[in-house]
DNA sequence: TATTTAGCGG
């Protein structure tokens, strides 16, 4: 009885410290409860387990695993469940998916929570089949799916472009008796807001706000995020002050989506004031929030104020991310140096980076600064391309007038099933006629016009 | 003792 009270007043003490990320701590406390004979048991272990996952990293966790063995205890389905969702929290997804394989080699058997992270990762694998077959098997086993498993399961829904399947599941469940949170609520709002679904999104958030819980401070940034992608600054603004009226703390999230509004209309004397605001409540702690400001300097070709960001960024022990080398990459083009933009792209190339975005923002800056066959060879030496690539590409060359290029190049666009602009269309058509090569116009129109019919 | 939601680039 004594050495149990003991072992759980150690779980405790090692529980508040690696919740504190004070793993060292954590380690010695173990060490000095096994020499005053209290012996550390399976949740112990786990509590370690989930803290070196979080903080550290999976291989520090998994570590912890050879070490219980050794003391004698075996991991249970939550020693593996800690490690599956630290993987997936990493976006080690595959290496979530071998994890659930050694568990069920283990003899462990999984339990809905196992079955919620592997449906997790199946959707964010973009293997949205696979995830509804665990589903399946949920509802198949006498497991009782949970309000996190119908969560899961809409916002994967969402995510893999399956947003009013996500609404039926959702109205389905609804006459069911199934009674929604508000995360249920916000995964909702932002699948439908994403999928333009505009009014069915606001039909959610109307029932979120009858249905007695309160919106909260991630409902709010998603609907304001949703109203600056629509255009709808205005609204977005609305919706931001309706959120300080409320008494909401802003938290970087909020901060940055408003900043990002801002910097992308040009306001950008409301920008500052924000990242004022913003940096003088500390809040300027990751990535992201680094990205958006170092953003905000490039595009008004402040580039050493970016730099210093960037310099900043690296003593706070951060890594720039592809976002980051992209934001660069794009300020180097605004502030008219090329040759260190392309140098930069070879760079991130080199990191493992290959953003498409970079790509193109160089092809777009190659051709305005009328360098348009370094554009075209950089073009040729994509190995993927997007509608914009093209776009940019043919706009470019229309601009230094070589229009039956602009064609032939519109032409493969079509082919690859990139949709194209109508504005790009009459560009390169116009200046077909314009230069009298009124037969390849013709042609050229004949072409996109079947290229639109269904096939 | 462990699972789900929101933010940045052309």
Not at 116 to 133: Q, S, T, V
Not at 245 to 255: C, M, P, V
Not at 381 to 408: P, Q
Request: charged share 20%.
């Amino acid at each position: 009885m004594v050495s149990w009270l003991s072992t759980r007043l150690l779980n405790i003490s090692i529980a508040s410290m690696c919740k504190a990320q004070q793993l060292v701590k954590a380690e010695v406390a173990l060490i000095d409860g096994i020499r005053l004979g209290v012996l550390p048991d399976v949740v112990t272990y786990n509590t370690l387990i989930d803290a070196y996952c979080r903080f550290i990293s999976i291989d520090d966790g998994y570590s912890v695993l050879h070490r219980m063995r050794e003391a004698g205890i075996k991991p249970d389905v939550i020693s593996y469940n800690s490690l599956i969702a630290g993987a997936a929290r990493k976006c080690l997804l595959s290496r979530s998916l071998d994890l659930f394989e050694e568990m069920i080699q283990m003899g462990i058997h999984p339990d809905l929570r196992s079955y919620n992270i592997l449906m997790d990762c199946l959707f964010k694998l973009g293997k949205p089949d696979e995830a509804n077959r665990v589903f399946r098997d949920i509802i198949l086993s006498d497991l009782h799916p949970s309000k996190a498993t119908f969560n899961i399961l809409i916002d994967g829904l969402c995510k893999n472009g399956y947003a009013s399947n996500a609404l039926m599941l959702f109205r389905n469940l609804r006459h069911r008796g199934f009674v929604p949170n508000i995360v249920t609520y916000n995964v909702l709002i932002n699948g439908l807001c994403k999928a333009r679904r505009l009014v069915a999104a606001s039909k959610i958030l109307k029932e979120l706000e009858i249905s007695g819980h309160e919106p909260n401070a991630i409902t709010y940034t998603t609907v304001m995020k949703c109203c600056f992608r629509c255009k709808k600054l205005e609204r977005g603004f609305e919706i931001l002050s309706e959120m300080r009226s409320k008494g909401y703390t802003f938290d970087g999230f909020a901060y940055c989506t408003v900043i990002a509004a801002l910097v992308k209309t040009g306001r950008i004397e409301e920008a500052d004031y924000i990242i004022h605001q913003m940096q003088r409540s500390g809040i300027v702690s990751d990535v992201v929030s680094y990205n958006t400001l170092i953003n905000h300097y490039c595009k008004q070709g402040r580039l050493d104020d970016a730099l210093n960001l960037l310099d900043e960024l690296e003593e706070a022990g951060l890594e720039c991310d592809q976002y980051t080398h992209t934001v660069i990459v794009n300020g180097l083009c605004k502030a008219g140096n090329i040759d260190g933009a392309q140098q930069h792209l070879n760079y991130m190339n080199a990191l493992g980076f290959n953003n498409l975005v970079a790509f193109n923002c160089l092809i777009d800056n190659l051709g305005k600064a009328g360098q348009i066959d370094r554009a075209m060879k950089l073009f040729k030496s994509m190995e993927f391309k997007d509608a914009f690539t093209y776009t940019i590409l043919v706009h470019n060359l229309c601009r230094a007038r070589r229009f039956l290029c602009a064609s032939k190049l519109l032409v493969s666009c079509l082919k690859s099933g990139f949709r194209t602009l109508k504005a790009t269309e009459r560009a390169v058509l116009g200046g077909l006629r314009g230069i009298g090569y009124t037969n390849e116009a013709r042609k050229l129109r004949s072409k996109i016009q079947s290229a639109r019919l269904p096939h």
